[in-house]
């Protein structure tokens, strides 16, 4: 394949080969929005010196540097989560953005509250994912008193102290879970629920939610006390298997968190009569593949892109504006995938 030349840029861009020779140079000062466009052409075509252009055009921005601090660093929807908001941070022109990303190992809070605090006097704000416990409420406290906004993800934590949180509507995803579960199920019976731990502000929001509409809709459905997963593939395993072994008339499992891999291993070698209706959330190469098998039904997705093109320019708006005094929220709608949608 021919290597993509300044002509082709030019072309892309429409501008002249001159124009596209004083951004890459430097030579003569060209508009913002002129450079913008050389810019965005030239990671369309693939030309070799996009990220050339993208450090020219930045140059004389300033910088900020942000924090994140995701889990499981070995999850594949973490692994892609940070790839996406580091794209997010590559992409934007007002400023040059420094991200330094980290993920916590466990769920526990102290590790987490480490994490946070590691992050005082390092950059101008962070965003984080992770459960909810005091001793992660007072790191975040701590930063807030060092002129550091603290926004939390997917998952809420420290309520009034946070600057905002991001993310789906959790309560109402449990709704729309425990309603798509009295629809899909054969006939009622007794349904599981996996959470990731006991602190994750999400996870409870959506067994609620789970267990509302479950009661308004599926009135027959038996849900058994929820089983704490830790967001691991063995511990669901196994509780599955027994799960499974104990309840011949199990119906439904619901995964709240991560950790389903071990749900979806566990219905394939076991394959209960009369079928199982599992629901788990995010789209993974794991959760689409069991999808095409027909192992899962439906999983609920968050839109990580979308995501990320919110939460930029909100730490960035951090930063600019100062710390609000009523912390915010925004919710994001969530993607609802079934087999039929990757057909």
Not at 70 to 92: C, G, S, V
């Amino acid at each position: 394949m021919a290597r993509v030349t300044i002509a082709d840029l030019a072309e892309a861009a429409g501008v002249s080969v001159a124009t596209v020779d004083r951004v890459l140079n430097g030579r003569l000062k060209v508009r913002g929005e002129t450079a913008l466009k050389v810019h965005e052409a030239a990671r369309r075509i693939g030309y070799h010196g996009a990220n050339a252009i993208h450090s020219r055009i930045l140059a004389d921005r300033p910088e900020l540097q942000f924090g994140i601090i995701l889990q499981k660093p070995r999850h594949a929807f973490y692994r892609n989560f940070a790839a996406l908001i580091e794209q997010r941070m590559m992409a934007e022109t007002g400023y040059r953005l420094r991200p330094t990303i980290q993920f916590a190992e466990t769920t526990m809070p102290g590790e987490l509250a480490e994490l946070l605090n590691g992050m005082a006097g390092k950059v101008h704000a962070v965003a984080a994912t992770g459960l909810d416990h005091h001793e992660v409420t007072a790191a975040v406290s701590n930063l807030r008193a060092r002129g550091i906004p603290t926004s939390s993800m997917l998952s809420d934590f420290a309520q009034g102290v946070r600057e905002n949180y991001i993310g789906l509507n959790n309560l109402k995803v449990g709704r729309a879970v425990g309603w798509l579960m009295s629809k899909l199920a054969d006939k009622p019976g007794r349904v599981g629920i996996f959470l990731g731990g006991h602190r994750f502000h999400g996870h409870e929001l959506r067994e609620t939610g789970f267990r509302s509409a479950l009661r308004e809709y599926g009135p027959g459905f038996d849900l058994l006390n929820p089983q704490i997963n830790l967001e691991t593939r063995q511990l669901t395993y196994e509780a599955t298997v027994e799960m499974i072994e104990t309840h011949p008339d199990l119906v439904g499992i619901y995964c709240a968190g991560g950790g389903m891999e071990g749900a979806i291993a566990a219905l394939r070698e076991l394959r209960p009569a009369g079928g199982v209706t599992l629901i788990v959330n995010e789209l993974t190469d794991e959760t689409r593949q069991a999808l095409l098998d027909r192992t899962v039904s439906i999983v609920m997705g968050t839109p990580l892109a979308a995501l990320c093109n919110e939460l930029v320019p909100m730490m960035i708006g951090t930063v600019q504006n100062g710390m609000a005094e009523t912390p915010g929220q925004r919710f994001l709608p969530f993607d609802l995938w079934t087999p039929e949608s990757l057909v």
